[in-house]
């Protein structure tokens, strides 16, 4: 039994950042990530669930948990959308663990609103929280990642993003959610194609799971759990995954899905440029010549 539990350690010796571990969906992947063997640095900003300040200190009672279990961790608590904030969080587990290996982009939170009653406020801070909290993390990370190829110390680096089914397939009355989550679907291809050159890979999942966030949207008493999520990250996270990138998965409990992006589908050369009145009947042809769209999460 011993020795079986080392075999499937996949992620012995190796450093890395959980965004938004303190709860949910990013407090399994802390653990299980811990459980293959990798040191975490656990960051939460212990923020409500529409991403407002609290006195909770959820990062801590996972790193405890970490602990507990035998493993190592350390608490980080950056707001991930602080472009300052990431770059130290990105510092701390170069400080403290000699380097960085992992960075999983979890954090956000959600202000679910029809898009014609969306606020102003609430439009920028959820597209702040889920877009630039991924882009700061992964701009910084990248960067030293780079530096560190370029010193011929090249890592086995993985980025494992979190966008959603809203994001891909579009989710009524998630309008600003949706955006940002499809923005973190197209961020993964372009880091994908940038920074394969350093050693790194960038992939994204689209989970499913009962949280406080699905809680009160959904009925959630049928829903995955976070930590059937987690074994999809920590495979993606290993040395193993090296070729493995720009791909986006989704999770749904004991199904796991590849998700096929944007593609270029039928099309039409006119020859000379278009007069509008011929556009309708040919985008009528090439829309009937290929498969409908999904539906959109919600619509009747
Ligand atoms: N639960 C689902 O079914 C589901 C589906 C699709 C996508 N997601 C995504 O998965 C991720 C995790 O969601 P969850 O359901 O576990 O939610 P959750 O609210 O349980 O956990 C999110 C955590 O992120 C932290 N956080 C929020 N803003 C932060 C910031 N600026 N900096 C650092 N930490 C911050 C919160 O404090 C919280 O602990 C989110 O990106 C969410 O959009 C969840």
Redesign the pocket.
């Known amino acids: 039994m011993a020795e079986e539990t080392e075999v499937s350690r996949l992620l012995e010796g190796r450093v890395a950042i959980v965004?938004?571990a303190?709860?949910?969906?990013?407090r399994a992947h802390a653990l299980e990530l811990a459980r293959h063997g990798a040191r975490v640095v656990v960051?939460?900003?212990?923020?409500s669930?529409a991403?407002e300040g609290t006195t909770e200190t959820?990062a801590h009672e996972v790193v405890a948990e970490i602990e507990a279990m035998g493993g190592e961790a350390v608490v980080n608590g950056?707001?991930?959308?602080d472009f300052a904030a990431a770059e130290a969080m990105v510092r701390q587990a170069i400080d403290v663990y000699g380097g960085l290996d992992i960075l999983v982009n979890?954090?956000?939170?959600?202000r679910d609103r029809m898009l014609v009653n969306t606020s102003e406020d609430e439009w920028d801070s959820v597209v702040r929280?889920?877009l630039k909290?991924h882009f700061a993390p992964l701009r910084h990370a990248g960067a030293y990642w780079r530096a560190e190829a370029k010193e011929g110390r090249q890592r086995a680096a993985r980025v494992v993003n979190?966008s959603?089914?809203?994001g891909l397939q579009g989710s009524i009355g998630q309008a600003t959610y949706s955006a940002a989550k499809a923005g973190i679907a197209g961020l993964t291809l372009v880091a994908a194609a940038e920074m394969g050159r350093y050693g790194v890979t960038v992939n994204a999942i689209?989970?499913?799971?009962r949280?406080?966030?699905?809680e009160g949207a959904f009925d959630t008493s049928a829903m995955a759990l976070?930590e059937d999520n987690s074994p999809i990250v920590a495979w993606l996270a290993s040395e193993e995954a090296g070729d493995v990138t720009g791909r986006v998965v989704e999770i749904d409990g004991s199904v796991i899905t590849v998700e096929n992006g944007w593609s270029h589908g039928a099309s039409h050369d006119n020859g000379v440029r278009w007069e509008a009145a011929q556009v309708g009947p040919a985008l009528r042809e090439l829309f009937a010549a290929g498969p409908a769209p999904e539906p959109v999460y919600g619509a009747s």
């Open positions: 965004t938004g303190g709860r949910g969906i990013g960051n939460d900003f212990g923020v669930l991403g959820p950056a707001d991930v959308a979890n954090a956000g939170f959600v929280v889920h909290g979190t959603s089914g809203a689209a989970p499913v799971a949280t406080r966030m699905t976070p």
